[in-house]
């Protein structure tokens, strides 16, 4: 068999399997074809090519399987498979597919490696090395990044969250809060951009309560909004009540906390536990007992029984 002929060999048999067969056959048939072929980038074109006549490609089974890889727990294998046969045909979509392993893989440094190797810097390769700057602690460098990915396409609401987050690390409230208006108006709302601006809100408060105020206002409407619309959203919940902290006095904080009562919805009290805790804390410095009481009550649901039972009990 030719070098080309083993690889369609290989992706023919692969659409045919499924599970960690597939990681075999192509491990198995790359490296093969890695060793016998002579011009790995001309007889891997004519492979897709050959492919493509039947409606297949090698490109895009390639990058399932290293999507797929995670869930059998051979991503080592595909990553080191997928980046051996990108160095010896140097195409673009195989080193971002290798980049992209790399960055789900954690190995952050591996991953902005090779993304500075790619000549074409399209917007999505700026995007995924700016976010792995971000994860690899060089929020700076993670902006300016992603800042020229927005330069090449405003439109892509996942670069406009990381710079978001990096520019928020940094302590660069107005570009975070900025980068997330501009997510919403791309992308709509969501709980995790409600979120970030909750965290950028109290930030502000804290520096600065009168300044911070608006924004605290903001992002209170934006998490009940949300939250009315799906109760699971426990963080948003945690939120509303580190926002509710830097309310006047602690009558206004329980007339905010108290807007969740008898709302319908599950709260994952294991994912809320070390935040809340926080916000109990801050309530006992201030001595708002009553607001921590009803803070309580709207954590374990209690509350909900009160309201469904309000008529009966006056």
Known sequence: MTPSEILVSAIENITQQSGPTQIDTWVKASSLFCEVSGSPLNDFIHAEELLNENGHSALEIISAIAAAS?????????????????????????????????????????????????????????????????????????????????????????????????AFVIGNHD??????????????????????????ACAGCESNPVEGAPRRSLALAAARAIFEHDANKSMLLVYAAKLALFAKNESCFIEEVSWFLGLEGKL??????VD???????????????GAAVLLAVLTGQAQTKTAAGPASA
């Not at 994860?135 to 405003?154: K, S, V």
């Open 70 to 166: 995670f869930e059998w727990e051979q991503e080592k294998r595909a990553f080191a498979s997928i980046l051996r046969l990108t160095n010896l045909t140097g195409l673009t979509a195989l080193r971002f597919t290798a980049a992209w392993l790399a960055f789900n893989m954690n190995n952050f440094e591996a991953c902005i490696s090779e993304c500075e190797k790619i000549d074409d810097h399209g917007f999505h390769v700026y995007g995924l090395m700016g976010q792995a700057y971000l994860e690899n602690g060089q929020p700076q460098q993670a902006i300016n990044t992603l800042r020229i990915a927005l330069a090449i396409n405003e439109h892509d609401p996942a670069i406009w969250f990381q710079l978001a987050k990096a």
């Open 175 to 200: 570009e975070a809060w900025q980068a997330l208006e501009s997510c919403t108006v791309v992308n709509g709302p969501g709980a995790e951009i409600v979120i970030l601006q909750c965290a950028i």
């Open 268 to 273: 994952d009290t294991a994912l809320i536990t």
């Open 276 to 290: 809340v805790s926080e916000v109990l804390k801050a309530l006992q410095k201030k001595g708002w007992y009553r």
